[in-house]
């Protein structure tokens, strides 16, 4: 049997983490993978969730399983999070999942299986995973115009020109806030243009929202996804937990189905407990409920949100610093993009021969498509990578 195994692509990014791992230059830089890293290039565990999960340890009496759709109280916990008060609790529909890139594969279940001709639309680029997902899921995608290459911002007329493609019943696909991979992101303004489209022409809104926190801040970056949640008849959100919370080994995330029907939030949940039975059963706990325990906990959601404060507020810095730092060393503010960008990453829009060239000869990692991890950077760093942009020539 295994004979007939065929060799599968290699995922692009996690095969960085180990061509880095493995080159013995001291010297050199990891701005592939998105996880955070402080000034000592450390991903380190969050003081809340260090604290929640001693209250964990001490109070937790049993480890018999939950419910197949996690903890309510993380359901609950997560959903006033992502979408505060803009859709009505009886009207969502979620579920606990093996972090966000288990919602997102869940969600693309639920439509293969509530509409199998469903086309689903991605941005041009989206994250690698989501491309892979698809097609593994024999699931048919279309890509829609997303970033230009000149300006480095959202090219919104193409964008809007190749969503008026959609048939009804297709699903677009947005990410939330802090686009991955390229850092440019559409306003309220145009995000209403999307929702009128997706209204007028029957489509299905999904929202992938994984880095909430980590560009303008907590409410800011959940404001598009609230304005699709209570715009459109029906919408499928996943969210990670990964990042925000930095549990990413924890495998912590949700996948929310929400109808302005009511009378529909039974089947769809019911659904979604399906799904995850069919799948691995019951999801992950430990994460959840270390998320949970932060975010019903005064001083420790205090604390955490100041501290994810803090590691958004390094991350503009340092993206200031590097365009600055081009700026000085190019004499252009062609690179003026990199401080308007929001999230973990950017696109520089450089060739792969050039990112190649990056690795070669200043041992610096981004992902073949030209995007750094912004919080790869630190500010002794800032400086070498901006002389080696412009050593290289992009
Ligand atoms: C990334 O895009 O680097 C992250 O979302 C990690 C991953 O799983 O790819």
């Known amino acids: 049997m295994f004979e007939n195994l065929k060799a599968q692509p290699t995922d ?32 380190p565990v969050m003081r809340a969730v260090k604290a929640a999960e001693q209250r ?70 989206t994250w690698p995973n989501h491309l892979s997902i698809l097609k593994y899921l024999g699931m048919e995608t279309v890509a829609y115009r997303y970033f230009d290459e000149e300006t480095r911002a959202v090219d919104f007329g193409g964008m809007i020109e190749d969503l008026a493609t959609a048939n009804a019943g297709d699903v677009i696909l947005l990410h939330g806030c802090c686009h991955n991979p390229t850092g440019a992101n ?34 800011e970056d959940a404001a598009a996804t609230r304005l699709v949640a209570s715009n459109v008849s029906e919408c499928l959100i996943a969210a990670s937990c990964s990042k925000n919370f930095g549990v990413y080994r924890e495998r912590t995330g949700l996948l ?47 604390d955490w949100a100041a501290e ?22 190019s004499g252009s503010d062609r690179f003026a993009f990199i401080a308007q960008h929001r999230g973990m990453f950017s696109r520089i829009g450089a060739a792969p021969e050039l990112v190649m060239k990056l690795r070669q000869e200043h041992g610096i990692y981004m992902v073949g498509d030209s995007r750094m991890n912004i919080a790869g950077l630190n500010a002794t760093t800032v400086p070498i990578l901006a002389q080696a942009i412009v050593d290289v020539g992009i």
């Open 12 to 43: 692009k990014i996690l095969e960085l983490m180990k061509l880095f791992a493995d080159d013995p230059r001291d010297q050199k830089i990891d701005l592939g993978v998105g996880v955070y890293k402080n000034a000592e290039g450390v991903t």
């Open 56 to 125: 964990v340890w001490e109070d937790q009496t049993t480890k018999a399983y939950t419910s197949l759709i996690g903890d309510p109280a993380f359901s609950d916990a997560m959903i006033s999070l992502i979408l505060g008060d803009a859709v009505p609790r009886a009207n969502i529909a979620a579920a606990a999942t093996p972090g966000g890139t288990g919602a997102v594969r869940q969600a693309f279940e639920l439509v293969r299986m509530a509409n199998p001709s469903a086309r689903v639309y991605v941005s041009n680029p």
């Open 186 to 219: 559409l306003n309220l303004v145009e995000w209403q243009a999307v929702i009128d489209l997706i209204n007028e022409r029957g489509l299905i809104a999904m929202v992938d929202i994984a880095y909430q926190g980590f560009g303008d801040g907590l409410d």
């Open 256 to 302: 929310m189905a929400i109808s302005q029907e009511t009378s529909q939030q039974g089947l769809n949940q019911g659904t979604l407990a399906f799904l995850n039975r069919q799948n691995f059963s019951f999801p992950p706990d430990h994460g959840a409920r270390v998320v949970s325990t932060i975010l019903n906990d005064q001083a420790l959601r205090a």
């Open 308 to 329: 994810l404060e803090d590691v958004r507020l390094s991350m503009l810095g340092l993206r200031q610093q590097l365009a600055d730092e081009l700026q000085k060393r």
